[in-house]
């Protein structure tokens, strides 16, 4: 089955600092969302994003389906953005695989 | 315009007892599917329903689980007799259509523990 890869597992920033985050799939998808898993556990909803370029407010997102991969910006990260990010992804299916994810500490 | 509501929260249960996690899918969305997530992992699917419906039921394991939606009602996951292995975050998600095709939208999951 389809692979995904996150990079890096961890990050820690400094408030007010960019990051970037990567995900690698091993195979051709229609369909790719970014969440955010806050430190309480609960899923949120960052993009919708199976190719091209979006962006909501200080995140953008960039997926680049020929080449298989997907990268999350964070930009003037704050403590607020702390917490696990997930790369899910379908390839055909409704089933979304989802990656190891990339755990962010934002520090004050 | 509510999200996925599931409930409860958090589930506490002793070996050899019933666990019933609910899901209320978005307004408008027929499409359910139940993911799990242990410790540390990222989520895995569990099982994929509509109205009345078990689509793909591929990642639920063979015993002791169980998943319907009902015609009328929330989305309910079954686990009997459970055992600490069980322990885990379970998520539920709704989409308007089928999710691959659509944004699928998640609940805020139900931690069960199991002692």
């Known amino acids: 089955g389809i692979q995904v890869e996150q990079s890096p597992p961890d990050l820690i920033l400094q408030e007010g600092a960019n990051s970037t985050l990567r995900c690698n799939f091993s195979?051709?998808?229609?369909?790719l969302q970014w969440f955010h898993q806050n430190p309480w556990g609960q899923l949120i909803n960052l993009f919708y994003?199976?190719?091209g370029t979006k962006q909501n407010g200080r995140l953008s997102a960039t997926t680049v389906a020929t080449e298989r991969y997907s990268l999350l910006y964070i930009s003037s990260s704050q403590t607020t953005d702390s917490g696990v990010y997930f790369c899910?992804?379908?390839?055909?299916?409704?089933?979304?695989?989802f990656g190891t994810g990339t755990r962010l500490k934002v520090l004050a | 315009n509510a999200g996925v509501m599931q409930n409860p929260r958090h589930l506490v249960r002793r070996r050899g007892q019933e666990a019933r996690l609910r899901c209320s899918p978005m307004?408008?969305?027929?499409?359910v599917y139940w993911y799990r997530q242990l410790p540390e992992e990222g989520l895995k699917f569990m099982v994929y329903?509509?109205?009345?419906?078990?689509?793909?039921e591929s990642g639920m394991p063979k015993e002791r689980f169980s998943a319907e939606f009902p015609k009328e009602g929330p989305s309910i996951l079954r686990i009997q007799q459970v055992v600490r292995g069980d322990s885990a975050a379970y998520f539920c998600?709704?989409?308007?259509?089928?999710?691959?095709?659509?944004?699928?939208?998640f609940g805020q999951g139900t931690r069960l523990t199991v002692v």
């Open positions: 994003i199976p190719s």
């Open positions: 307004k408008g969305h027929s499409h």
């Open positions: 195979d051709s998808v229609n369909n």
């Open positions: 329903l509509q109205k009345e419906n078990i689509i793909d």
């Open positions: 899910a992804v379908s390839s055909g299916t409704y089933k979304y695989i």
């Open positions: 998600a709704s989409s308007l259509g089928q999710a691959g095709n659509t944004e699928a939208f």
